[in-house]
């Protein structure tokens, strides 16, 4: 199993995973856990649109344990994370216009805007090879200890947790190199020397898994 | 999600839609999948950016799993880069990318980059000098080359009385010199500092406390380990205003 879907079980078997998988997948449960996430989420980005700073306060309260933990997932460098997250808010307060509510959430459209940030980096950092020496130093530290926040729950986050426990091996692989470690489809199939039609299925699959589970629509 | 397409085509693009929405394919593959999905017609564009919209959903969801806490220092750094709409902007020249940052965002990552917290942070928990000056309503940023190489920037506050220089791929001083930089106002130039070679390269920062009434910032060569007057040659100067 990969690294980092591995840390993201690591906690909820320690607070007892039974629970987490008796939440319902559908009804109000996602109903309240998307709610702080959506609704008032497009609210606070039309007012950044605005150049509003408070509103841009909020929406960073709002939501910067996410982004930064994901950042934080792919480079694993604190240093790097920081400047990176900084970097994404940043763009955010330039070009929050251009989100449009039609095609997803404001929180989809944020994690994706640090998602893509961070796999660029992590690449530009690849292509320095520094990969080997400063790089691949930094990775052995693992991050620290989650620092609860009052935005996210515990039990979302077992929640999910759960539901990544759900996938396959090689589901959460794929999903674990990919979208955590940044690699290209092409560099997961060579890592995990499944060909590439393997692994192409096999993200479909876990992400369709992944969205039913966590009752995306 | 079920999504039904009647082609195989059809099928082998949607078989991208998660590489592409995690950014997992090459640029070259990213815009030779987008030609595609651009002529295979309307059914299977939809098809795709459904699914591709799916996918961000279902990981910003997921998100809630990996989701840690940002240094604290980070909120006071981004609420005053967007407070200052009096920044004038800067490229920084020494980066690979080429985003825009507003200039004390800028200048922050180079004081990340520098290490200034280790270096220049008091060890209270109270505001540094930069911070302060950061967090300033009347905060401006004035950046210049410098004609040997390098640029200089300067970010102050008056109200703070106070600035933070840093200097980016300046070259060192000759041997058995120094950069000094002074404090310029109508009666007169007032020493802010030396740096010597080590100092310099390749990047460096400095708090500038007092600012006074000085009108400017000027950098000049001198001997040894300084002067107390400005002697030698001027290298830079940056207006305060």
Redesign the interface.
């Known amino acids: 199993m990969g690294a980092?879907v591995s840390q993201?079980l690591e906690r909820p078997c320690d607070q007892g995973l039974d629970h987490a998988v008796t939440l319902p997948v559908n009804g109000t449960e996602n109903e309240r856990?998307?709610q702080v996430?959506t609704a008032d989420l497009d609210i606070l980005l039309r007012g950044v649109a605005q150049?509003d700073?408070e509103a841009?306060?909020a929406l960073?309260?709002a939501t910067?344990?996410?982004?930064?933990?994901?950042v934080?997932?792919v480079l694993r460098d604190?240093?790097y994370?920081?400047?990176t997250?900084?970097?994404v808010?940043?763009?955010v307060?330039?070009t929050a216009e251009s989100y449009d509510p039609a095609?997803?959430?404001a929180?989809?459209w944020?994690?994706?805007l640090a998602?893509?940030r961070a796999?660029d980096r992590v690449r530009?950092e690849q292509a320095?090879t520094q990969r080997d020496s400063r790089y691949g130093a930094a990775t052995l530290e693992r991050?620290?200890d989650?620092?609860s926040?009052s935005?996210?729950s515990g039990e979302?986050?077992r929640?999910?947790?759960a539901?990544?426990g759900g996938l396959t091996e090689l589901q959460r692989e794929c999903i674990e190199l990919?979208?955590?470690q940044?690699?290209?489809?092409?560099q997961?199939s060579e890592r995990l020397s499944a060909n590439l039609?393997t692994v192409?299925?096999r993200?479909?699959d876990g992400?369709?898994a992944?969205?039913?589970c966590?009752g995306?629509? | 999600m079920t999504h039904s397409y009647d082609n195989t085509a059809g099928a082998d693009l949607l078989d991208l839609a998660v590489p592409y929405a995690f950014h997992a394919l090459p640029d070259d593959e990213r815009d030779e999948l987008e030609d595609r999905i651009a002529t295979a017609g309307l059914a299977v564009a939809d098809a795709f950016y459904d699914e591709v919209r799916a996918v961000r959903e279902t990981m910003a969801v997921a998100s809630a799993a990996s989701a840690e806490e940002p240094p604290a220092e980070l909120r006071g750094r981004l609420l005053s880069a967007v407070a200052d709409d009096n920044v004038r902007f800067l490229r920084t020249p020494n980066r690979r990318r080429t985003v825009w940052m507003s200039a004390a965002a800028a200048l922050v990552v180079g004081l990340i980059t520098v290490g200034i917290g280790v270096s220049l942070r008091p060890p209270a928990q109270t505001p540094s000098t930069a911070e302060q000056v950061f967090a300033a309503s009347d905060v401006h940023t004035i950046s210049g080359a410098i004609p040997a190489g390098g640029t200089a920037t300067v970010v102050f506050s008056r109200d703070r009385n106070a600035g933070v220089l840093v200097m980016n791929d300046v070259p060192p001083p000759g041997p058995g010199t120094v950069y000094q930089m002074w404090l310029v106002s109508d009666t007169g130039a007032t020493s802010a500092g030396t740096m010597d070679a080590q100092a310099v390269a390749p990047s460096t920062t400095a708090v500038l406390t007092d600012l006074g009434n000085s009108k400017k910032l000027k950098f000049t060569v001198e001997p040894g380990s300084g002067s107390t007057q400005p002697t030698g040659q001027v290298i830079a100067e940056l207006p305060l205003i």
């Not at chain 1, 910067?64 to 994901?70: D, E, F, L, N, T």
Request: glycine share 4%; charged share 25%.
């Open positions: 980092v993201l856990v998307r996430n150049r700073p841009f306060a960073y309260d910067r344990s996410r982004v930064y933990g994901m934080a997932r604190r240093g994370s920081e400047e997250t900084q970097d808010y940043l763009q307060w330039r095609s997803g959430s929180l989809a944020l994690l994706t998602h893509r796999v530009a320095a991050p620290a989650h620092v926040d935005v996210i979302e986050r929640r999910v947790t539901c990544l990919a979208y955590y940044g690699m290209t489809y092409v997961v039609a192409k299925s993200m479909r992400l369709r992944l969205r039913n966590l995306v629509r």
